[in-house]
C-alpha cells in the first residue's frame, strides 16, 4: 500500500466514479479523546466500531448515493485543502469501511470475495480463540429482549437513588465486616480446601452472572445494545459473560466508565448482602456460601476486575480515564516504535503517540503490563500444572506456544520480511541477535552469588538439667532465672517437714541407743554388740537424711545460665523428687540444627566447603556467624523439633498421618552448625531460625535449568 | 452467430490464486523444487527420443496421407480429453514431418523437447540460436488444434509478423489459422488477427486490448452475469477483439515476465488539472532555491528525497506563492519532494529524451523511447517545469494491470527463454512455472574471458576502446554491450575519435534494429547496443569469421541481473559456433554505486587502486555481491507490488471488479 500522503493515487480510477455511502444504519457519534475530536462510526447489525478522524470523517460525511466519490473528494479540498485526506489515504479508508461491512454500494460487489471474507474472518476467529485458551467465549444468547423488558424496573436503581442506597449498604456491610474480622480471617483458611470448591464455583457464577448483567443493564441504560451472551472458558472454568462492547460509542465518558465500572459496584452490592446473610447466620450451606461469595465478589473484583494490567474491567476503564482507546495495542505499538528507533535506527515513522504524556502512559503500561503477565500467567501455569497434570501439560504446550513459539517466530518473520526494516534490516538482525546473545551469555557465563537457605533450630552445645534429689516444698529462689551461675552456686532451696521429722527422730533415736549401749555396757554386755550395730545404721540413716537436707538447697553443678521457664510458680509447691527444674546451658557454646531438603544437598556434599551464616526467627536483621558445620551423611525423616513443621508454624511438610508433627513428609539431612558466641542475639535453646549457605557463585541459567529438572523430576517422577 | 457458450468463452480468464504466505509459501517453494527436478529433463528427451524414432515411418507417408493424419490428430485434439494427451507424441512427429516438408526445417530433438516442455506447462530455458521461434511453433500448432485461443507472446511488431509469416505453411498444413497482432492495426484488424486459432503478439498489444475490451464491458465484467443479462437483452456487436485467455507462449519469457513484470499498462485519457499544473512550475521554483546537503538529501538507492530542517523553513517562508490547495505542510512538502525528484534521479537523456518540445521515456534497459509512456501523476510535469517545457495535461488513469497480474490469467501459461534458472524461484512462485532446462543441440565452444575491473569510469572507458581496436585489428566482429543510450553515445563518440567504424543501434526503428543486430557476425563489424537491443534476432557469423575465432561480445557493464549478463554474453558463440565474451566494469558503475553498501564501495575501490594479490577475487565477490542484493531487491519490489495489487483488489471489490 503506496505512501498514504500521496495526494494523487494511480488507483484512484478504481473508485473515482463509484456512489457509494455510508450504510443507513450506520450510527455516528462523537467523542474526546484527549482533547481530540473523534468520530466513531458504529453498525448495531454486527457491533462493529470505527473510529475515524474529523478530517476523514469530512469526506465520509460527504459521500452520498447522488455523487461520485471524487466529486466528495473535491469538494472536501476545496474547502480542507490541508486536511482533507490524500486518493491514497482515501482509498486505504474506504478499503477499511468496507470491510468493517460500513459501506453501502451499489455494484453487487464481489460475492465470492465476500464469501472468502467470511471465511477468513472465521478462521481467524478460530484461530484466536484457540490460542486465547485461558479466555475462550462461546456466544450463546441474544439478551437484549429480555434487558428492555426489564430495564423500566432494573433501571430504576441505576441513578441517585441507587448510589445512595448503595453506599449505604456497602457502608454497613464494612461495618459488619469488621465487627467480625477475626471470625472472617479464621474462616478464610479453609476457603481453597478441597470440600469448600464447590460451594466456592457455585457463589462465583452467582456473582460474576450478577457482574455480567450489571453491565448490560448499565450498558441498555445509556442507550447501547447488548446482543450477545454466553459462557466464557476462564482458565478452563466456565464463567458468563455478555458483550456490552456497544458501550464503546458512547459520547460520555462518564458513562462508558460507568458501564465498564458497573460490574463490580453490582459485584461489591452483593458482597454487601451476603456479608449480612453470613453475619447472621450460623454454620450450613447459606452461611457458607453468603461467605464464599464475599470473598469471590471482594478479592477476585480487587484482584482481577479492577487491575488495570489485565484486560477486564479495570483495563478499559483506565484505558477511558487516560482517554487512549486501544490502549495495550497502543502501548504495544509505542514499544515496538522506541525499539524500532532507538535499537534499530529506523527514523521514518512517527511515533503512534501523539503527546509526550500520551508517549509515558503507553510506554509504562507497555512495560508493566507485560511483565505483570508474565508473571500472572507463569504463576497460574504453575498451579494448575501442579493440580492436574495432563491439563498442566496441555496448557504448558498451548503456552509454550502461544507466548513463546509465536512471538518468536513473528520476531523473526519482522526482523526477516518487515518493510519498515527494508534500509535498517542488517543492523535490525544484528542488534536482535546481539541482545539474544547477550542476554544468554549473561545468564550463562556471569556468576551470580549462590545461596540456599535451609530452617533450622538452636541447640544449646552444653547443657545440663537440673533436677532436684529430695522432695519437698520450694521455699525460696536463690537465683533469678536467666543469670548466669558458677557452679556449686545455691539455685534454690526447698523445705521438707517430713524429712526435719524424720531427722529429729532419727536423732532422737540415736541418743537413745547411744543411751542404751552405754547402760548396756554397765549392766548387759550380751546386748552391747546388736545395740552398736543399730547406733551405726541410726548413724547412717541420720548422714543419709542429713545429704538429703543438703539437697534441699539445689545447687548449679556446672557454670551456665540458669533457665527454668516457669520456676516462679513453683514456689510454696511440692515437688516429687527427680523432677526436672530447670537446665543450665553453657551459652558460649550453640549449635544449629537445620534440615536441608534433598535437592539442595547435594551443593552442601560437591563442593568445598561453602560459609554459612545463621538468622534467627525474629531477629532477621542481626547474622550469626557460623564457624563450622557439618551434614550428617544419611537421611533423617524426624525433625528435631515440631517447632520446623507445618504444625508448628515452621516450613517442613509433614507427614499427613504424624499427630506430633515430627516426621517430615519428605525425607531431609541434618546439618549442624556451630555458632560464633559473640553476637549480639539472645541465643536461645530452641529457637527456631534460618541458615544460609553462601555456595559458589554460579550463572543462572544453568540453576534453572537444574532447578527445572529437579521439579520435573519431583512432580512428575521423569 | 455467437452462440451462448462462445460469448461466454470470449471474457473467459483463470482467476488467480492467491499468492501464498507463510508456511503456505514454504511448503509451495518445496512443491517449486520437486517439480524443477532434473528427471523431468529426462523425461522430454525420453519423449523426444521416441519421436525421432519414428522419422522414418513419417517419412515414406505421401502428402496427402500426412495431411489426412494431421486432420486426424485435429480432430483428437478439438475434443480433447485423455487421448489427446496420449497421441501427442505422434502428432508431434507428423507436425516435425510437416515441417521439414513445408518449412525445410527439420526440427531437432532438442526444439522437440522444448515443444513438448511448452506444451506441458514449464519454462524451456533455451541456449540463444536454438531455434525457439520453430519451437514455439510446434507447441502453437499443438494448442492451435484445441480450438482454444493460442497466443504466442513475442517481443516486438516486428517478430510478430516474421514469425507468422515464416510459420504461416507449417500452421496452413496442419489446419489451423495464424494472425498477427500489431500496434498500428485497427479494431477490425485486431478482430481478424484474434480471431485465429493462433495469434502472434506483443505483450503490451495483448494486453492493451485485453484492458479495452472489459473497458468495453462496462460495469458487468462476470461472465456469467454478462451471460445471462445478454440472453435478457441480446446486443448486437458490442466491440470486443479478443476471444478469451486461454493458452500463452510467451517468448523471452524473464524479460516479460520478470523484469518488465511490474511495470503496469495503463489506458488512459488525458485530465484538465490546473491546480497541478500551476503549482508544479512554482515547486520547480523553489526546488531551484534549495540546494543538496544542507537544504535535502538525496538518498539514490531508494531514490528517495530527505528535507532537512533549514529545507523545511526555506519551504515554509515561500509557501505564501504556491496555490490554496497545497499551502499545507504534507502537501507543499510532497509537491516539493517530487520537485526534487525530478531534479536529481531523472536525467535527461537517460532516463528521458526531449522530442519536440516533449518529454519522452526512454526505456532503461533497451534504451528505446517510449512515446506512450508517462510517469505517474506529478513526476512527468515536475520534469516537464524542470526542463523549461510547456506542462502536459496528466492523464487520468481509466484501466490499469500489471504484465505480472494479466500473465497470471492465462489458464496455461508456458515459456521460452534463454535465461530462467537464476529466477526459477521467482517463475514458480509468481506463476507456477516450474523451469526445465532443455539441452543445446550442439555444445557450446564460447570463451568466457575473465572480467577486468577498473577503479575509475575513465580508465575502463579507455580500456574499452583499446580492446575494440585490438580484436578489430583481427577482423573479429564486436558487439558492444551497453547499459543506456547515453553511455552507448559516448563510446560512439570515443569510436569515431579514433577514426574506428561502427554501427550504432539508436533504436528507432525495429526492423532495422533487427537487421543491424542480424549483420553484426560479419567480418570487421563493429556494432554497439544497449544490453536489450535485438534480441531475438540471431547473429550469424559471416563467411570466414568461424575461423578468425568467431563473434566477440564485449559488456560495457554489468547489469542489475545477472540473466541479462548472460543473454548478452549468449549472444557470441551460438549452435556450437566459436565466440567469446568479456566484460568491463569499475567501481563507479552504477551497479556498484546503488547496490554494494557504501562501505564497501571504499574497500572495492582502494583494492582496485592498489592493484595487490587478490584484488580481482575482492571485486568479483563484490560484483556478485552487488548483483545478487540487486535482484533481491527488486524480487522484494515486485512481490510487494503484487501483494498491493491484491490487497487493492480485495479492498476495493465494492467498486465492482476490476479487470481481474
Redesign the interface.
Given at each position: 500500500?503506496?505512501d498514504a500522503?500521496?495526494?494523487?493515487s494511480?488507483?484512484?480510477?478504481?473508485?473515482a466514479g463509484?456512489r457509494?455511502s455510508l450504510r443507513p444504519s450506520v450510527r455516528v457519534r462523537r467523542q474526546n479523546f484527549r482533547g481530540d475530536r473523534w468520530i466513531v462510526l458504529e453498525d448495531p447489525f454486527n457491533n462493529a466500531f470505527f473510529r475515524l478522524r474529523p478530517a476523514a470523517y469530512e469526506l465520509v460525511a460527504r459521500l452520498r448515493p447522488d455523487r461520485t466519490v471524487h466529486e466528495a473528494w473535491k469538494e472536501c479540498?476545496d474547502r480542507f485543502?490541508?486536511?482533507a485526506p490524500?486518493q491514497e489515504a482515501v482509498?486505504?479508508l474506504?478499503?477499511?469501511l468496507?470491510?468493517a461491512n460500513l459501506?453501502q454500494?451499489n455494484?453487487a460487489?464481489?460475492t465470492a470475495?465476500?464469501f472468502?471474507?467470511f471465511k477468513k474472518r472465521r478462521q481467524r476467529e478460530l484461530s484466536s480463540r484457540f490460542l486465547n485458551i485461558m479466555f475462550m467465549r462461546f456466544p450463546l444468547l441474544d439478551p437484549d429482549r429480555f434487558l428492555v423488558r426489564t430495564l423500566p424496573v432494573v433501571g430504576k436503581l441505576i441513578g441517585r437513588f441507587g448510589a445512595l442506597l448503595w453506599l449505604v449498604v456497602v457502608g454497613a456491610a464494612i461495618k459488619v465486616a469488621i465487627d467480625h474480622w477475626p471470625t472472617l480471617r479464621s474462616q478464610s483458611e479453609n476457603v481453597l480446601s478441597p470440600g469448600n470448591l464447590p460451594l466456592l464455583y457455585a457463589s462465583l457464577v452467582i456473582i460474576k452472572t450478577l457482574h455480567e448483567f450489571g453491565h448490560a443493564y448499565f450498558c441498555r441504560k445509556f442507550g447501547g445494545e447488548v446482543h450477545a451472551m454466553g459462557v466464557m472458558l476462564m482458565i478452563f472454568t466456565p464463567v458468563p459473560y455478555m458483550d456490552a462492547t456497544s458501550a464503546w460509542s458512547f459520547r460520555s465518558r462518564a458513562q462508558r466508565m460507568l458501564v465498564g465500572a458497573a460490574g463490580m459496584i453490582v459485584e461489591l452490592f452483593f458482597a454487601a448482602i451476603a456479608t449480612f446473610i453470613w453475619a447472621r447466620t450460623g454454620e450450613g450451606v447459606v452461611h457458607s456460601l453468603a461467605y464464599n461469595a464475599m470473598i469471590v465478589a471482594s478479592v477476585s473484583t480487587l484482584v482481577f476486575n479492577l487491575n488495570p494490567l489485565l484486560r477486564f474491567d479495570g483495563y478499559y476503564m483506565l484505558s477511558d480515564l487516560l482517554e487512549i482507546p486501544n490502549l495495550s495495542q497502543r502501548a504495544n505499538q509505542q514499544l515496538g516504535f522506541l525499539a524500532e528507533r532507538g535499537l534499530f535506527g529506523v527514523r521514518r515513522f512517527e511515533s503512534p503517540a501523539r503527546t509526550r504524556e500520551e508517549t509515558a502512559w503507553l510506554t509504562t503500561f507497555g512495560i508493566t503490563s507485560g511483565i505483570y503477565r508474565v508473571i500472572v500467567f507463569a504463576g497460574v501455569l504453575l498451579v494448575v500444572a501442579d493440580k492436574f497434570l495432563i491439563i498442566g501439560l496441555i496448557m504448558a504446550a498451548v503456552c509454550l506456544i502461544s507466548w513463546v513459539t509465536v512471538p518468536v517466530w513473528k520476531l523473526i518473520k519482522y526482523l526477516a520480511t518487515s518493510?519498515r526494516l527494508d534500509?535498517v534490516r542488517l543492523r535490525a538482525v544484528a542488534v536482535s541477535v546481539g541482545l539474544v546473545l547477550v542476554l544468554v551469555s549473561f545468564l550463562q557465563f556471569v556468576p551470580f552469588p549462590n545461596h540456599f537457605r535451609a530452617p533450622g533450630i538452636l541447640r544449646a552445645g552444653q547443657r545440663c538439667e537440673v533436677i532436684n534429689q529430695t522432695a519437698g516444698t520450694v521455699e525460696v529462689l536463690l537465683a533469678k532465672q536467666g543469670e548466669h551461675v558458677r557452679a556449686g552456686q545455691p539455685l534454690m532451696r526447698l523445705s521438707n517437714r517430713e524429712l526435719e521429722v524424720q531427722i529429729a527422730h532419727t536423732l532422737a533415736r540415736s541418743q537413745e541407743l547411744e543411751a542404751r549401749v552405754l547402760k548396756a555396757t554397765k549392766d548387759d554386755i550380751a546386748s552391747l554388740k546388736p545395740l552398736q550395730s543399730q547406733v551405726e545404721a541410726a548413724v547412717q540413716q541420720l548422714a543419709k537424711f542429713r545429704a538429703d537436707e543438703a539437697a534441699l538447697t539445689i545447687r548449679a553443678r556446672q557454670d551456665g545460665i540458669w533457665v527454668a521457664p516457669g520456676i516462679d510458680t513453683f514456689v510454696g509447691r511440692w515437688v516429687t523428687r527427680g523432677n526436672q527444674l530447670g537446665l543450665l546451658i553453657d551459652p558460649t557454646a550453640f549449635e544449629f540444627t537445620a534440615t536441608v531438603q534433598q535437592e539442595d544437598v547435594d551443593a552442601l556434599f560437591a563442593r568445598k566447603m561453602p560459609g554459612a551464616e545463621v538468622r534467627l526467627t525474629g531477629q532477621a536483621s542481626t547474622i550469626v556467624g557460623v564457624h563450622d558445620w557439618q551434614v550428617i551423611p544419611a537421611e533423617q525423616r524426624m525433625l528435631p523439633s515440631s517447632a520446623l513443621g507445618w504444625l508448628g508454624g515452621g516450613d517442613v511438610a509433614i507427614a499427613p498421618d504424624d499427630p506430633h508433627g515430627r516426621r517430615a513428609a519428605e525425607p531431609f539431612f541434618e546439618v549442624r552448625a556451630k555458632l560464633d558466641s559473640k553476637t549480639g542475639v539472645a541465643l536461645l535453646d530452641g529457637r527456631s531460625g534460618k541458615i544460609r549457605f553462601d555456595l559458589e557463585p554460579e550463572p543462572l541459567l544453568p540453576r534453572w535449568t537444574r532447578r527445572l529438572w529437579q521439579l520435573l523430576q519431583k512432580r512428575y517422577q521423569l | 452467430m455467437l452462440t451462448p457458450t462462445h460469448d461466454y468463452r470470449r471474457l473467459d480468464y483463470r482467476v488467480p490464486p492467491r499468492v501464498l504466505a507463510g508456511l503456505d509459501a514454504m511448503v509451495n517453494r518445496g512443491v517449486g523444487i520437486y517439480q524443477r527436478r532434473a528427471q523431468r529433463v529426462a523425461k522430454l528427451r525420453e519423449d523426444a527420443e521416441r519421436i525421432v524414432c519414428d522419422e522414418a515411418r513419417w517419412r515414406e507417408l505421401p502428402d496427402a496421407s500426412l495431411h489426412e493424419r494431421l486432420m486426424e490428430f485435429r480432430g483428437t485434439f478439438r475434443r480433447g480429453g485423455k487421448l489427446a494427451d496420449e497421441i501427442v507424441m505422434g502428432a508431434l512427429g507428423a507436425i516435425r514431418e510437416a515441417s521439414r516438408r513445408e518449412l525445410g526445417l527439420h526440427p531437432f530433438p532438442v526444439q522437440l523437447m522444448g515443444a513438448l516442455a511448452l506444451h506441458r506447462g514449464f519454462l524451456a530455458e533455451m541456449a540463444t540460436g536454438e531455434g525457439k521461434t520453430l519451437t514455439a511453433g510446434l507447441a502453437a500448432v499443438l494448442a492451435g488444434w484445441t480450438k482454444r485461443p493460442c497466443h504466442v507472446v513475442t517481443v516486438n511488431d516486428y517478430l510478430v509478423e516474421r514469425d507468422a509469416a515464416w510459420l504461416r505453411p507449417l500452421y496452413t498444413v496442419c489446419g489451423v489459422t495464424v494472425g498477427g497482432v500489431t500496434a498500428a492495426m485497427d479494431p477490425a484488424a485486431r478482430l481478424k488477427g484474434y480471431g485465429c486459432d493462433v495469434t502472434y503478439t506483443t505483450s503490451k498489444e495483448l494486453l492493451a486490448d485485453f484492458l479495452r475490451d472489459r473497458l468495453r464491458l462496462g460495469g458487468i465484467q462476470n461472465p456469467t452475469q454478462r451471460l445471462i443479462r445478454r440472453l435478457l437483452a441480446p446486443v448486437a456487436s458490442d466491440g470486443l477483439v479478443m476471444r478469451g485467455l486461454h493458452t500463452a507462449i510467451v517468448d523471452e519469457a524473464d524479460s516479460l515476465l520478470i523484469d518488465e513484470a511490474v511495470t503496469p499498462l495503463i489506458i488512459s485519457a488525458p485530465t484538465k488539472n490546473e491546480l497541478l499544473k500551476e503549482a508544479g512550475i512554482l515547486a520547480e521554483q523553489i526546488a531551484g532555491a534549495l540546494e543538496l546537503e544542507s537544504d535535502y538529501r538525496a538518498n539514490s538507492r531508494y531514490k528517495e528525497i530527505e528535507l532537512t530542517d533549514s529545507g523545511r523553513d526555506k519551504l515554509a517562508g515561500r509557501a505564501g506563492q504556491l496555490p490554496g490547495l497545497w499551502r499545507g505542510n504534507d502537501r507543499r512538502t510532497e509537491l516539493i519532494r517530487q520537485a526534487l525528484v525530478a531534479r536529481e534521479f531523472f536525467q535527461r537523456d537517460k532516463h528521458y529524451i526531449i522530442v519536440d518540445g516533449k518529454i519522452v521515456i526512454v526505456d532503461e534497459s533497451t534504451g528505446r523511447p517510449m512515446p506512450q509512456r508517462t510517469w505517474r501523476e506529478g513526476v512527468h510535469q515536475a520534469i516537464e517545469a524542470k526542463e523549461g517545457l510547456p506542462l502536459s495535461d496528466p492523464s487520468e488513469t481509466i484501466a490499469r494491470l500489471s504484465f505480472q497480474r494479466f500473465f497470471r490469467c492465462f489458464h496455461k501459461l508456458s515459456g521460452m527463454t534463454g535465461t530462467a534458472r537464476e529466477a526459477s524461484g521467482e517463475f514458480w512462485q509468481v506463476y507456477g512455472l516450474p523451469v526445465v532446462q532443455i539441452p543445446v543441440n550442439r555444445p557450446c565452444v564460447r570463451q568466457h574471458w575473465p572480467d577486468r575491473f577498473f577503479a575509475t569510469d575513465a580508465a575502463k572507458w579507455n580500456a574499452v576502446v583499446l580492446e575494440i581496436e585490438r580484436l578489430h585489428r583481427t577482423g573479429r566482429p564486436l558487439l558492444v554491450g551497453t547499459r543506456s543510450v547515453a553511455s552507448s553515445e559516448k563510446l560512439a563518440l570515443l569510436l569515431s575519435e579514433r577514426g574506428l567504424d561502427f554501427k550504432l543501434i539508436n533504436a528507432t526503428r525495429l526492423a532495422e534494429e533487427a537487421e543491424t543486430v542480424a549483420m553484426a557476425g560479419e567480418q570487421d563489424r563493429i556494432t554497439i547496443a544497449t544490453n536489450m537491443a535485438g534480441r531475438g534476432t540471431d547473429i550469424k557469423l559471416g563467411a570466414g569469421v568461424a575461423e578468425m575465432g568467431g563473434l566477440h561480445v564485449l559488456a560495457t557493464e554489468r547489469h542489475e541481473s545477472g540473466r541479462v549478463d548472460r543473454q548478452l554474453f549468449g549472444r557470441a558463440g551460438r549452435q556450437g559456433d566459436p565466440g567469446s565474451a568479456q566484460a568491463f566494469v569499475s567501481a563507479e558503475d552504477e551497479l556498484i554505486r546503488r547496490f554494494l553498501p557504501v562501505s564497501l564501495q571504499g574497500v572495492l575501490r582502494r583494492s582496485l587502486e592498489a592493484r595487490f594479490v587478490g584484488s580481482t577475487q575482492i571485486a568479483e565477490k563484490a560484483f556478485s555481491l552487488a548483483q545478487r542484493r540487486a535482484q533481491q531487491m527488486a524480487f522484494k519490489q515486485r512481490r510487494a507490488v503484487l501483494k498491493a495489487d491484491t490487497w487493492l483488489e480485495e479492498s476495493l471489490s465494492f467498486a465492482g471488479g476490476d479487470t481481474v
Open positions: 500500500m503506496a500522503q500521496s495526494t494523487f494511480e488507483s484512484w480510477y478504481r473508485i463509484q457509494i479540498l485543502p490541508d486536511e490524500g482509498i486505504q474506504l478499503a477499511q468496507y470491510f459501506l454500494y455494484l460487489g464481489d470475495q465476500l472468502e471474507r518493510p534500509r | -
